[in-house]
């Protein structure tokens, strides 16, 4: 059997398509979450200006990678999703973030630093996202073409994005029963994933505690 040859074009090109930041993910034992589950959308909102500090930090990295048992708890909350719901899909915001960019992310914060935390992780002690064990993400529907409704953007920071104070900001009508029953969708198929949200923003899940996080894998530079 003749051996097929590889054409050093094609391998040039191959090669010159993995930015350096995914490179360094991928050495780092990471995985991209297509790769798992090809029908889950990617749209990462820290490769655009669409986000709390609208920069692009990332760059040309527009893939999302997660440490791979994560990617494979996505992967299996991605398939309770479409068994309820054949035309909903998950769509990822955001996935791994390495220390380089969180350090970005945490000198550009015009904050004092004593609330910083607030808002980012600081890069000195590293969050889940820098573990590649948190996710944040939401639900596009393919016949709709567009996401469901949550009742915030991403990355709002304030009482409507607040899984904690979803029955007040219902009696206020900062949000309706509809944004709280499409939220409950992606909370279902997550918890049932293994996955917690947190209390402050609708999007964010974690894999596991920053303690657990911390004895299973390194930060990731």
Request: charged content about 25%.
């Amino acid at each position: 059997m003749q051996r097929e040859e590889i054409s050093p074009i094609a391998t040039v090109e191959a090669t010159a398509s993995i930015s350096s930041l995914e490179q360094k993910l991928i050495d780092q034992r990471l995985v991209e979450i297509q790769a798992v589950d090809p029908s889950i959308r990617v749209e990462l909102k820290y490769s655009t200006e669409d986000n709390f500090f609208g920069q692009d930090v990332y760059g040309e990295l527009t893939r999302c990678y997660l440490q791979p048992e994560v990617a494979q708890r996505v992967k299996a909350a991605n398939e309770a999703l479409q068994k309820e719901y054949p035309h909903l899909t998950l769509l990822i915001y955001d996935g791994v973030r390495p220390l380089s960019v969180q350090q970005i992310l945490w000198d550009s914060l015009d904050k004092p630093d004593s609330i910083k935390p607030l808002y980012v992780a600081d890069p000195k002690i590293g969050g889940l996202h820098n573990f590649g064990v948190a996710v944040d993400l939401t639900i596009f529907d393919t016949q709709a073409d567009s996401v469901l409704d949550m009742g915030t953007t991403y990355d709002y920071f304030g009482y409507p994005a607040y899984p904690d104070r979803e029955k007040q900001m219902l009696a206020e009508g900062k949000i309706t029963q509809t944004h709280i029953a499409n939220r409950e969708i992606l909370r279902k198929v997550m918890k049932g994933a293994g996955f917690t949200g947190i209390g402050s923003e609708w999007w964010h899940f974690n894999a596991f505690s920053r303690k657990e996080a911390g004895e299973k894998f390194p930060l990731v530079q």
